[in-house]
């Protein structure tokens, strides 16, 4: 993937990449990660939450907060219930192409590591 030279990022304000920057610190939490991949199937309450992560009670809730205030999960009450879910889908997007790059880079890595191995053995 080759750089932009035209990149629209660099014409937003210190504040505008500031947003941007607090997004992403919300989204560094593998807590909340684990969240967010629990909610990719659908609209879930906190006790679905925690039976899918294993994450303790006043865990989830601390995060799903977390979440909510940065607008990434909406909560819906349904009775008794609240219920929460992905606020915009596009947020898978980014995972994937978060996933597939890590994975591009670590064969990358294997690849060397092999050229290394070679090295070593023909030695």
Known sequence: MQPNSNCDYLQLSPAALALMADFFKV????????????????????TQIIEATGLGQANVSKHLKVLAQAG????????????????????????????????????????????????????
């Open 27 to 46: 989204l560094s939490e593998v807590s909340r990660l684990q969240i967010i991949c629990c909610l990719k199937s659908g609209a879930k309450n906190v």
């Open 72 to 123: 990434i999960v909406t909560r819906t009450q349904q009775g008794v219930s609240v219920y929460y879910e992905i606020a915009n889908p596009f947020l898978f997007d980014v995972c994937d192409l978060v996933c597939e790059s890590l994975v591009a880079q670590m064969q990358q890595q294997n690849q060397q590591l092999e050229q290394l191995r070679a090295i070593k053995s023909a030695v």
